[in-house]
């Protein structure tokens, strides 16, 4: 049998998934006991680096016995080994090439310590901090990227529409005096996705469709109005569409600044608030130059506010709409102060059981892949969930535009009945945030 590989994790693995050893199941792995020290640092906290910290810990509470420290504790029968090491970490090699005692590089240490011991064995220190993988690189230390939710084709990321030009005078006359649709086979078209939007057109007409699978239809999608809401383009009479779309529970509205994404949804959601309980809005609290919540003056919700003010002025938008005595504008003031509609930062949902919600989280291109299934995998009966954000828009240090919970769930999801996306191409705040989102 071959010698298995032996992987060393770095903190920043732990803290983006809690349940990385099942990534490593057949092979070996070693965990520094700087890597413990710098978790324990993380343990107290709201946040989902937080709640990481805290269930890897009891992950490793599980091994008997001292097993973990001296040879090393297997994971489970026919797989690999877990070991802490607490030594091998002021290795001269790695002092001459870096000298303060930082944690990064008492990882490296052992890191080293293992590739020069271990000529038999492919050691492979596995960081999401591109710095530490340079470090470790110009030591001679095999590094690589935790990449097991990593979307290898970003470029070809669903869009959730298809334009299909020349299309007949025929078809589209006979969609738009159908009432109930088209069916499949006689519009002619390629194979489709579930809920996927069609832009259909030739030189005199055109018309937006979306593909019924639970119909096997072509049906035309009509432009509607959301609370006050117009679409002024068909991606947005797309989303429109599929946010009050009853049949679809999960949807994905992508899109650069200024496209809408977070209008729409929340307009949405106010249209259709018959259908619920409740309408929770909650984003991400990513801290911007490293101005984290415990710096910020005041008690908890004066630091909060500054993270969700986004969410309050697309508020503002849809009640601007309407006069201040009109029944509309009243109606959200009282469903703020009656708690049916909630804006908070997205922690505060742990534990929480969403049934008849109509959940949005917003600049979801901030969360892990793990941290959009755990928000999904609490939709109870009757709860609609939308993601929204731009997944080339990325505020966290280790997360980019293939590794994001939004693309994450936009490529795994597709072609589910129970799910749509629609991605906003045109800026719609101003002409001049137009021009600055596509050239600056």
């Known amino acids: 049998m071959p010698a298995k590989n032996l992987f060393v994790l770095d903190t920043n693995v732990i803290l983006y998934d809690y349940n990385c050893l099942e990534s490593f199941a057949n092979d070996d792995v070693v965990i520094p006991i700087t890597v413990l020290e710098e978790l324990d640092q993380f343990k107290k906290g709201h946040s989902q680096i937080n709640y990481n910290a805290r269930q890897f810990v009891r992950i490793l509470d599980g091994f008997v016995g001292d097993k973990l420290v001296t040879r090393g504790a297997t994971t489970g029968n026919g797989k690999g080994k877990l ?6 970490q002021n290795e001269p090699k790695v002092r001459e090439s870096f000298s303060d005692s930082k944690p990064d590089h008492r990882i490296l240490s052992v890191a080293y310590h293992l590739t020069e011991n271990e000529k038999k064995r492919n050691v492979v220190l596995i960081s999401k901090d591109i710095n530490l993988r340079l470090k470790a690189k110009s030591l001679g230390i095999v590094a690589m990227d935790y990449s097991t939710d990593r979307i290898k084709d970003i470029e070809n990321l669903y869009p959730g529409k298809q334009t299909v030009e020349n299309f007949p005078d025929t ?29 259909l057109k030739n030189y005199q007409k055109s018309a937006l469709a979306f593909y019924n699978s639970a119909e096997d239809q072509v049906q035309r999608v009509e432009k509607q109005s959301a609370y006050g809401i117009n679409p002024r383009n068909a991606e947005q009479s797309f989303a429109l569409h599929a946010l009050m779309n009853p049949d679809v529970q999960l949807v994905t509205i992508s899109g650069k600044a200024g496209t809408g994404k977070t209008l729409l949804a929340l307009a949405s ?22 101005r984290d919540l415990g710096f910020l003056p005041g008690d908890i919700e004066a630091k909060i506010d500054p993270y969700m003010q986004p969410l309050f002025d697309n508020l503002a ?17 009282d469903m703020i102060a009656q708690n049916k509609l909630v804006i908070s930062p997205l922690a505060y949902i742990r534990g929480r059981s969403l049934e ?11 969360l892990t892949p793990h941290e959009v299934k755990t928000i999904i995998t609490r939709a109870g009966e009757g709860t609609k969930v939308v993601f929204t954000g731009d997944p080339y828009q990325i505020d966290t240090p280790y997360l980019d535009a293939q590794s994001n919970g939004l693309t994450f769930l936009i490529d795994r999801m597709k072609g589910q009945k129970l799910y749509a996306h629609v991605n906003l191409e045109k800026g719609e705040r101003s002409k001049l945030a137009e021009l600055a989102s596509d050239l600056l």
Request: aromatic share 10%.
């Open 269 to 290: 959601a106010l249209e259709m608030r018959r259908r619920y309980q409740q309408i929770y809005l909650a984003r991400p609290i990513v801290p911007l130059s490293n």
């Open 317 to 333: 938008v849809i009640k601007n709409r309407y006069g201040e005595r009109d029944p509309e504008y009243k109606r959200i003031s």
């Open 356 to 366: 008849r919600i109509f959940f949005i989280v917003d600049e979801a291109q901030n």
């Open 83 to 88: 070991k802490i090491i607490t030594n091998h």
């Open 171 to 199: 078809i589209i006359d006979a969609l738009y005096q159908s009432e109930n649709g088209l069916a499949l086979e006689t519009v002619d078209l390629p194979s489709l996705i579930p809920n996927e939007y069609l832009i």
